[in-house]
Protein backbone atom coordinates (compact mmCIF):
# COMPACT_ATOMS: atom_id res chain seq x y z
CA UNK A 1 0.00 0.00 0.00
CA UNK A 2 0.87 3.82 -0.85
CA UNK A 3 -0.30 4.81 2.54
CA UNK A 4 1.57 8.25 2.16
CA UNK A 5 -0.45 8.82 -1.13
CA UNK A 6 -3.80 7.79 0.65
CA UNK A 7 -3.08 10.23 2.94
CA UNK A 8 -2.36 12.97 0.81
CA UNK A 9 -5.48 12.69 -1.05
CA UNK A 10 -7.58 13.18 2.59
CA UNK A 11 -5.30 16.54 3.43
CA UNK A 12 -3.53 13.93 5.79
CA UNK A 13 -6.21 13.13 7.95
CA UNK A 14 -5.40 9.70 9.25
CA UNK A 15 -8.80 9.42 10.93
CA UNK A 16 -10.87 9.74 8.09
CA UNK A 17 -8.27 7.98 5.97
CA UNK A 18 -8.56 4.92 8.03
CA UNK A 19 -12.04 5.27 7.96
CA UNK A 20 -12.68 5.19 4.40
CA UNK A 21 -9.93 1.85 4.50
CA UNK A 22 -12.35 0.41 6.75
CA UNK A 23 -15.35 0.96 4.42
CA UNK A 24 -13.57 -0.54 1.47
CA UNK A 25 -12.65 -3.40 3.42
CA UNK A 26 -16.28 -3.76 4.15
CA UNK A 27 -17.65 -3.16 0.53
CA UNK A 28 -15.75 -4.64 -1.40
CA UNK A 29 -14.75 -7.98 0.34
CA UNK A 30 -17.35 -10.00 -2.43
CA UNK A 31 -16.25 -7.98 -5.45
CA UNK A 32 -14.34 -11.11 -7.30
CA UNK A 33 -17.64 -13.25 -6.66
CA UNK A 34 -20.11 -10.61 -8.12
CA UNK A 35 -17.80 -9.64 -11.10
CA UNK A 36 -17.82 -13.98 -11.90
CA UNK A 37 -21.48 -13.75 -11.38
CA UNK A 38 -21.82 -11.43 -13.81
CA UNK A 39 -19.73 -13.03 -16.52
CA UNK A 40 -21.88 -16.58 -15.97
CA UNK A 41 -24.98 -14.20 -16.57
CA UNK A 42 -23.28 -12.56 -19.82
CA UNK A 43 -23.02 -9.20 -18.62
CA UNK A 44 -19.78 -7.68 -18.86
CA UNK A 45 -20.99 -4.40 -18.48
CA UNK A 46 -21.72 -4.88 -14.83
CA UNK A 47 -18.57 -7.07 -14.27
CA UNK A 48 -16.56 -4.55 -16.10
CA UNK A 49 -18.19 -1.46 -13.91
CA UNK A 50 -17.81 -3.43 -10.83
CA UNK A 51 -14.48 -4.12 -11.86
CA UNK A 52 -13.66 -0.12 -12.73
CA UNK A 53 -15.24 0.99 -9.26
CA UNK A 54 -12.94 -1.00 -6.94
CA UNK A 55 -9.91 0.08 -9.38
CA UNK A 56 -11.07 3.95 -8.45
CA UNK A 57 -11.64 3.23 -5.19
CA UNK A 58 -8.23 1.48 -4.74
CA UNK A 59 -6.30 4.10 -6.31
CA UNK A 60 -7.49 6.88 -3.95
CA UNK A 61 -6.62 5.06 -1.00
CA UNK A 62 -3.39 4.10 -2.02
CA UNK A 63 -4.11 0.25 -2.28
CA UNK A 64 -1.38 -0.35 -5.61
CA UNK A 65 -1.95 -3.96 -5.80
CA UNK A 66 -5.34 -4.06 -5.61
CA UNK A 67 -5.64 -1.07 -8.23
CA UNK A 68 -3.37 -2.63 -10.62
CA UNK A 69 -5.06 -6.26 -10.37
CA UNK A 70 -8.27 -4.71 -10.68
CA UNK A 71 -6.94 -2.64 -13.66
CA UNK A 72 -5.73 -5.79 -15.79
CA UNK A 73 -9.26 -7.38 -15.13
CA UNK A 74 -11.47 -4.45 -16.22
CA UNK A 75 -9.46 -4.31 -19.37
CA UNK A 76 -9.73 -7.97 -19.46
CA UNK A 77 -13.27 -7.85 -19.74
CA UNK A 78 -13.46 -5.02 -22.29
CA UNK A 79 -11.46 -6.91 -24.36
CA UNK A 80 -12.80 -10.49 -24.02
CA UNK A 81 -9.79 -11.54 -22.84
CA UNK A 82 -9.70 -15.84 -23.45
CA UNK A 83 -8.29 -15.78 -19.49
CA UNK A 84 -10.65 -13.80 -18.09
CA UNK A 85 -10.93 -16.54 -15.87
CA UNK A 86 -6.99 -16.43 -14.32
CA UNK A 87 -7.77 -12.57 -13.73
CA UNK A 88 -10.39 -13.29 -11.88
CA UNK A 89 -8.66 -15.28 -9.52
CA UNK A 90 -5.32 -13.34 -9.41
CA UNK A 91 -8.07 -10.41 -8.66
CA UNK A 92 -9.73 -12.76 -6.29
CA UNK A 93 -6.32 -13.84 -3.77
CA UNK A 94 -5.05 -10.16 -4.40
CA UNK A 95 -8.56 -8.41 -2.92
CA UNK A 96 -9.04 -11.03 -0.34
CA UNK A 97 -5.04 -10.85 1.20
CA UNK A 98 -5.38 -7.10 1.60
CA UNK A 99 -8.42 -7.28 2.71
CA UNK A 100 -7.29 -9.63 5.49
CA UNK A 101 -4.72 -7.42 6.13
CA UNK A 102 -6.53 -4.40 6.35
CA UNK A 103 -8.98 -5.82 9.02
CA UNK A 104 -6.00 -7.07 11.10
CA UNK A 105 -4.15 -3.70 11.00
CA UNK A 106 -7.17 -1.50 11.81
CA UNK A 107 -9.01 -3.99 13.70
CA UNK A 108 -7.26 -2.91 17.24
CA UNK A 109 -7.52 0.88 16.57
CA UNK A 110 -11.20 1.23 16.63
CA UNK A 111 -12.57 4.08 18.63
CA UNK A 112 -14.62 2.37 21.48
CA UNK A 113 -17.95 3.86 22.22
CA UNK A 114 -17.84 6.49 19.38
CA UNK A 115 -21.46 5.83 18.28
CA UNK A 116 -23.14 6.05 21.22
CA UNK A 117 -21.39 9.42 22.05
CA UNK A 118 -22.66 10.78 18.81
CA UNK A 119 -26.27 9.21 18.92
CA UNK A 120 -25.95 10.93 22.22
CA UNK A 121 -24.74 14.38 20.95
CA UNK A 122 -27.60 14.08 18.19
CA UNK A 123 -30.44 13.41 20.40
CA UNK A 124 -31.20 17.33 20.44
CA UNK A 125 -30.27 17.99 17.17
CA UNK A 126 -32.33 19.00 14.46
CA UNK A 127 -32.26 18.88 11.31
CA UNK A 128 -30.54 22.34 10.19
CA UNK A 129 -28.02 21.66 12.55
CA UNK A 130 -27.26 18.30 11.61
CA UNK A 131 -26.49 19.40 8.30
CA UNK A 132 -24.37 22.03 9.16
CA UNK A 133 -22.67 19.88 11.04
CA UNK A 134 -21.98 17.76 7.83
CA UNK A 135 -21.49 20.05 5.20
CA UNK A 136 -18.90 21.97 7.43
CA UNK A 137 -16.88 18.48 7.51
CA UNK A 138 -17.54 17.43 4.68
CA UNK A 139 -15.34 20.67 2.93
CA UNK A 140 -12.45 20.29 5.69
CA UNK A 141 -12.04 16.68 4.62
CA UNK A 142 -12.35 15.58 8.39
CA UNK A 143 -12.69 12.19 10.16
CA UNK A 144 -15.83 12.85 12.10
CA UNK A 145 -17.85 12.80 8.84
CA UNK A 146 -18.86 9.88 8.67
CA UNK A 147 -20.53 9.96 12.28
CA UNK A 148 -21.73 12.69 11.30
CA UNK A 149 -23.71 11.37 8.32
CA UNK A 150 -25.19 9.07 11.14
CA UNK A 151 -26.86 12.15 13.02
CA UNK A 152 -28.37 14.14 9.65
CA UNK A 153 -29.80 10.29 8.86
CA UNK A 154 -31.64 10.46 12.15
CA UNK A 155 -32.17 14.05 12.21
CA UNK A 156 -34.08 14.06 8.68
CA UNK A 157 -35.98 10.59 9.26
CA UNK A 158 -39.66 10.70 7.97
CA UNK A 159 -39.13 14.04 6.35
CA UNK A 160 -36.55 12.80 3.72
CA UNK A 161 -36.89 9.71 1.57
CA UNK A 162 -34.26 7.28 3.19
CA UNK A 163 -32.82 7.05 -0.74
CA UNK A 164 -31.21 10.28 -0.91
CA UNK A 165 -29.41 9.46 2.73
CA UNK A 166 -28.21 6.29 1.51
CA UNK A 167 -26.78 8.28 -1.78
CA UNK A 168 -24.88 10.88 0.07
CA UNK A 169 -23.42 7.66 1.96
CA UNK A 170 -22.51 5.90 -1.08
CA UNK A 171 -20.70 9.34 -2.18
CA UNK A 172 -18.98 9.57 1.19
CA UNK A 173 -17.64 5.65 1.02
CA UNK A 174 -16.42 6.56 -2.74
CA UNK A 175 -14.29 9.17 -1.85
CA UNK A 176 -16.46 11.58 -3.89
CA UNK A 177 -16.81 14.83 -1.29
CA UNK A 178 -17.75 17.25 -4.46
CA UNK A 179 -20.87 14.62 -4.89
CA UNK A 180 -21.47 14.32 -1.53
CA UNK A 181 -21.52 18.37 -0.90
CA UNK A 182 -24.24 18.38 -3.73
CA UNK A 183 -26.65 15.49 -2.50
CA UNK A 184 -26.08 16.84 0.89
CA UNK A 185 -27.30 20.22 -0.26
CA UNK A 186 -30.23 18.47 -2.24
CA UNK A 187 -31.15 16.97 1.54
CA UNK A 188 -30.89 20.31 2.78
CA UNK A 189 -33.67 21.88 0.47
CA UNK A 190 -35.76 18.97 1.02
CA UNK A 191 -35.83 19.43 4.40
CA UNK A 192 -36.93 22.63 4.41
CA UNK A 193 -39.54 21.98 2.06
CA UNK A 194 -40.77 19.04 4.29
CA UNK A 195 -40.78 21.18 7.53
CA UNK A 196 -42.64 23.59 5.94
CA UNK A 197 -45.43 21.81 4.84
CA UNK A 198 -45.84 19.92 8.28
CA UNK A 199 -45.93 23.36 9.40
CA UNK A 200 -48.08 24.09 6.80
CA UNK A 201 -51.07 20.94 7.64
CA UNK A 202 -50.13 21.76 11.36
CA UNK A 203 -51.25 25.39 11.11
CA UNK A 204 -54.41 24.17 8.73
CA UNK A 205 -55.26 21.44 11.94
CA UNK A 206 -55.33 23.79 14.21
CA UNK A 207 -57.75 25.89 12.15
CA UNK A 208 -60.32 23.08 11.34
CA UNK A 209 -60.41 22.45 14.97
CA UNK A 210 -60.74 26.07 15.90
CA UNK A 211 -63.80 26.10 13.33
CA UNK A 212 -61.72 28.43 11.30
Same mark, same amino acid.
Given at each position: ???????????????????????????????????????? /????????????????????????????????????????????????????????????????????????????????????????????????????? /???????????????????????????????????????????????????????????????????????
Amino acid at each position: MNTADGLNRVAGNRRLYRQLLLQFAAKQADAASHIGAALE /DGDSVLAERIAHTVKGVAGNLGITDVHRSAEKLEKGIRESDPHVRELIDDFSATLSAQIGALNQALQDSVPDGGEQATGAHAGGENATAAIERLRALLEAS /DGDAPDALRSVARAVAGIVDKRHVDELAANLNDFDFEKALAKLNEIARLCEEGTDDKHERSGSETEFARGG
